[in-house]
């Protein structure tokens, strides 16, 4: 990550500033106190393919829609001249590649005598240290391993017990393996930063089959998902909503047992829609929510998203809409769980 530093023993004049900015390897842009484009380098102007002249003056709303969704950098820049700085993630569309470009922006509020300027520097999510990779890989494979020998412990235990506490620790082995096989995809992931919705939920799909389904199940689980880079916190949020609710349908859903489950991942402008339904026997009125069900409440609000829930004699729709990583935190409150039979 580039960090930048005040120095205020010496300073560059304008010329020397502008020659430092313009070498960066990394994209910069310098903003004037009213949010406009004073200076975009080589770095930025070959990432965006735009002329000089095209970027000069430039405000914040049209500077956003150089990149994917229409990002909102107004928001990013009143952010930053409140409390001085600030980041958020980005996607830019790469001529050439099938997917998009994943980039850290970072902002920061300069001052020079009595003028007041921003700096934004945008990093390319993939392109760090060589040796970076490796070593979050490295964890992330001990992580993993570390989390197998607690869930193998939670299983013998649970085949020691008996009567309600025997269906206790099965979904606390259910939990454990999920959060390991999160950070094997998120090891496994190319830059351990972010991840593709739909390798992620592919990657879920797959350990749900192996953990609670085999090869003789007549339970099927679908995926259709769109390649949604997701940060960190997205990646556990989502895919411990996943293990949740898909766990919950394979239990309870299907009393004959044999049906289908569905997990979707889309993009629909500035948000992000996750779904998983099944076409089982509803949830009937008179269940009363478990402890699963609220770890998903607390999951969307901690992905500053809105759930809701379709039931009926069909099956059951979950469906979550969050906002892209980067994104503002809406003002208004998260509608929270909308429940419709």
């Known amino acids: 990550m580039v960090r930048v530093k005040r120095n205020h023993a010496a300073g560059l004049d304008e010329a020397s500033a502008n020659l430092v900015i313009e070498s960066l390897g990394c994209a910069v842009l310098v903003l004037d106190s009213q949010g406009r484009v004073a200076r975009a380098n080589a770095a930025f102007r070959a990432m965006t393919s735009q002329a000089p002249a095209a970027l000069a003056g430039l405000a914040m709303d ?39 470009r994943t980039l850290h922006c970072t902002a920061r509020r300069i001052s020079g005598g009595r003028r007041e300027a921003y700096l934004l520097v945008f990093e390319d999510a993939g392109a760090a240290d060589p040796l970076e990779p490796h070593r979050d890989a490295e964890l992330g494979h001990r992580v993993k391993n570390s989390l197998q020998i607690i869930a193998a412990f939670v299983a013998a235990e649970q085949r020691r017990v008996g009567g309600p506490s025997r269906a206790s620790y099965a979904a606390i082995g259910s939990r454990i393996v999920a959060v390991s096989t999160l950070y094997d995809l998120l ?149 929270g769980l909308e429940l419709t039979a």
């Open 62 to 100: 049209r500077l956003g829609r150089l990149f994917e969704g229409d990002a909102d950098l107004s928001g990013l820049l009143a952010e930053v001249k409140a409390k001085g700085q600030s980041e958020t993630w980005l996607q830019l569309a790469a001529p050439g590649r099938a997917r998009s």
């Open 187 to 335: 090891s496994r992931s190319g830059n351990c930063a972010t991840l593709e919705g739909d390798r992620l939920l592919d990657g879920l799909a797959e350990a749900l089959r192996r953990a609670l389904l085999g090869e003789t199940s007549c339970i099927a689980i679908s995926v259709e998902a769109e390649p949604v880079w997701l940060a960190p916190e997205q990646v556990e949020a989502v895919g411990l909503m996943v293990n949740e609710l898909a766990t919950n349908a394979i239990k309870h859903a299907f009393p004959e047992g044999c049906g289908q489950i569905r997990l979707g991942l889309r993009r629909e402008g500035p948000d992000i829609v996750l779904e998983v339904s099944d076409n089982g026997r509803g949830i009937p009125a008179e269940a009363r929510s478990g402890l699963g069900s609220r770890y998903v409440v607390a999951f969307a609000r901690q992905l500053r998203g809105d759930l809701s829930r379709q039931t009926g004699p069909g099956g059951t729709r979950h469906e979550i809409r969050f906002p892209l990583a980067g994104a503002p935190i809406p003002l208004g409150p998260s509608r």
